[in-house]
């Protein structure tokens, strides 16, 4: 058996060919829109076998990631596209690729490892579920005619309308809601970065993956000019949704999905954020549908309008597996987010030297001018839960830690619903 990196473009359709034989047609024609041209690809990342006769009898590739912890965007890599065909399985192809992908992780300095994939065969290596998806048997929704009430509140005679105004934080100023430009790009990044620092999208995105996902959901029929809208105040973008218009993006429930959904939104004003659901609202008139599927985080600005107007949430969702690939390089990206968490706690200003260990692997690091040592071991498998917030310091055994630590390590790691965005698995 020899495995080799692809011939690129050389194999181009020996790829698609690949895939189309071992996931079908509508993967394959899926697939082939982004393999080759998402930002950082490489070919070293992609790995086959040849079979008996010369044709690529397994793959699997490594899509390059930022995760992003907090404040800190670190460097990991998703295995994906993993295939042998029919007439090479139980060789062992599938488990031989896996372990090279994880040694090319290593000559890459990833950190962590990401895999959208079937239960029980990724653990073996490592990977759990430490985060979640927008992609259940169930999803939030709002009845359209529900949403049309965005927007339309009579604070001068309804006292509950104005009650329920005051409880969302809105102020009554002026907002525009308009389409998406390319210039609002910056302001647009960082209202999801924010969003992404609370645990809410787990993938990070620079500027470059920002343009090439808009480019790629556009060639792919998911995403239309009218289905991005920004919300202007005082001449700043403050808020942004996310639609997709004309289809499912909820695989899972079959026709009981919404044809109409939003897959993201950003930004903490309450003004903007009503006007926006307000405008999602007419658009979802238009194009009659009865109802919005919602995949916004149940924590959200949006969410909490959406609620506000009789929405439904449903708190159930998909999980993703994780693999802690690198301790001592995490650790070190994370020492700025630890510091932000501790500076903005009952404990700031008394720092300590935090000491993290797996069965593996250990790593530490000083936070502030404190001395004290605060000890952590756990399985690696935990501590991945424990740095995305799956978990909290309480879901961890008592013997992973000293109890007297047990109130830093929640200011540390807190426990969040971490989840993946849609628009990052359309």
Not at 259 to 278: K, P, R, V, Y
Not at 313 to 331: E, I, N, S, V, Y
Not at 346 to 366: D, K, M, P, T
Request: proline share 4%; net charge negative; glycine share 10%.
């Amino acid at each position: 058996m020899e495995i080799r990196n692809i011939r690129w473009p050389a194999e181009q359709e020996a790829i698609a060919e690949h895939i189309r034989l071992v996931h079908g047609p509508g993967d394959s024609d899926l697939l082939m829109h982004w393999y080759g041209h998402y930002p950082g690809f490489d070919p070293r990342d992609c790995f086959v076998i040849e079979g008996d006769r010369g044709e690529i009898a397994a793959h699997t590739m490594l899509i390059p990631r930022l995760i992003q912890i907090g404040e800190a965007k670190v460097p990991s890599s998703e295995i994906g596209v993993v295939g042998t065909l029919e007439t090479y399985r139980g060789r062992g192809y599938a488990h031989a690729l896996i372990e090279r992908a994880l040694e090319r992780m290593t000559e890459r300095g990833d950190v962590l490892g990401l895999i959208l994939g079937i239960p029980n065969f990724y653990e073996q290596w490592g990977y759990e579920y430490a985060v979640g998806l927008y992609l259940t048997s169930y999803e939030s929704e709002i009845e359209t005619e529900r949403a049309l009430t965005a927007g339309k509140w009579d604070l001068v005679r309804h006292s509950q309308q104005r009650r329920t105004a005051a409880y969302l934080g809105m102020r009554g100023r002026e907002v525009v809601v308009r389409p998406f430009y390319n210039g609002d790009l910056e302001a647009v990044a960082a209202l999801y970065d924010v969003e992404a620092a609370r645990g809410h999208y787990l993938i990070g995105r620079d500027h470059k993956a920002w343009a090439w996902q808009l480019t790629y959901l556009a060639d792919v029929g998911r995403y239309e000019p009218d289905d991005f809208l920004v919300a202007e105040a005082e001449g700043n973008v403050v808020g942004y949704v996310r639609m997709v218009s004309r289809g499912q993006v909820n695989w899972f429930t079959g026709n009981e999905a919404a044809n109409f959904s939003i897959i993201e939104s950003a930004g903490d004003d309450a003004d903007a954020t009503e006007a926006l659901l307000a405008a999602v609202a007419q658009f979802a008139r238009d194009f009659d549908a009865p109802r919005i599927g919602v995949h916004v985080h149940p924590e959200s600005q949006m969410m909490r309008h959406i609620l506000a107007h009789g929405g439904t949430r449903r708190d159930f969702t998909g999980a993703a597996f994780l693999r802690l690939h690198d301790l001592p390089g995490l650790m070190n990206l994370l020492g700025p987010t630890l510091e932000i968490r501790l500076e903005g706690s009952s404990f700031a200003g008394r720092g300590c030297q935090l000491y993290i260990a797996s069965e593996n692997a250990e790593a530490s690091v000083l936070l502030g001018e404190g001395r004290d040592e605060v000890a952590l071991e756990a399985p690696a498998v935990d501590l991945v839960r424990l740095f995305t917030g799956w978990f909290g310091i309480d879901d961890l055994s008592s013997d992973c830690y000293d109890k007297r630590h047990r109130a830093l390590l929640r200011v540390l790691f807190p426990k969040r619903e971490p989840r993946i965005g849609m628009a990052d698995i359309l």
